[in-house]
């Protein structure tokens, strides 16, 4: 298996749970001077008794994509999961202001990069496999400062649907869609206390997401427990609304 690397200590704990139902993972980072990161990634990873391979890629990085494949199947000669997280949030403009710079980055990175990947990697993954797709719970209700980046996340959840029907029956594809979680994309709202307090309020347990909690929805939905779920978004969001 091997998924998009987008915050370190996120995708660790992803590992660790896919560690219950693989032992060989490949993670990837999307910057060339960060394979430091990379590098602490794999050896803990390692000291657990997982077999890992990291790999230092850009995901909107054409070249990047295909050595990410070739390497991946030259050591594991398969794949059997994908997990999609890579995502950017260049602007926090409103949409009608927003520069077209800002949305060609949003939409390269967190929309066709992710589709070019699956398609790099679609004839290798095996009979079983699954896909994941990170979208977020923004992409249910935009939110004024996340708009764009919300719209992107939505786009997700009929890409799930599209590609379920492509690869069926012998894959499965399905997507997460996070409630909020300290990220760096998130940051602006923990350096705010009462934004912090507010976003809070809108969940329904009453706290914040954790790494943990995204971790194990993304184990459940690779694994034989959700064998018969495909093209299916699944909210963990603390019971934040979760209707278009």
């Not at 896919?18 to 794999?42: G, R, T, W, Y």
């Not at 066709?112 to 699956?118: T, V």
Request: include cysteine; hydrophobic fraction near 50%; charged fraction near 20%.
């Amino acid at each position: 298996m091997f998924f998009t690397w987008w915050k370190r200590v996120l995708k660790v704990i992803f590992c660790a749970q896919f560690f219950l139902i693989s032992l060989f993972v490949v993670i990837l980072h999307p910057s060339l001077c960060l394979q430091n990161n990379v590098d602490e990634a794999v050896e803990k990873l390692k000291a657990e008794g997982i077999t890992v391979l990291g790999i230092p890629c850009h995901v909107g990085n054409g070249e990047h994509r295909r050595n990410l494949i070739k390497s991946t199947i030259d050591r594991f000669g398969r794949l059997d999961i994908l997990v999609s997280n890579a995502a950017v949030s260049p602007s926090i403009d409103p949409i009608l202001n927003m520069s077209e710079a800002a949305m060609d980055k949003l939409w390269d990175i967190n929309i066709k990069s992710g589709i070019l990947l699956i398609q790099e990697a679609a004839s290798h993954l095996a009979d079983g496999g699954s896909v994941i797709l990170i979208s977020s719970i923004a992409g249910f209700n935009p939110q004024r400062t996340l708009a764009m980046y919300g719209v992107t996340k939505t786009a997700l959840f009929g890409l799930t649907k599209a590609l379920a029907a492509e690869l069926a029956p012998n894959v499965r594809v399905n997507c997460v869609a996070p409630g909020f979680v300290h990220t760096h994309l998130s940051d602006f709202i923990f350096q705010h206390e009462d934004t912090k307090e507010e976003v809070k309020s809108q969940t329904l347990l009453d706290r914040f997401g954790s790494a943990d909690d995204m971790a194990a929805a993304v184990a459940f939905l690779v694994s034989n427990d959700a064998a018969y779920i495909t093209g299916e978004v699944l909210p963990v969001s603390g019971g934040m609304p979760s209707r278009l």
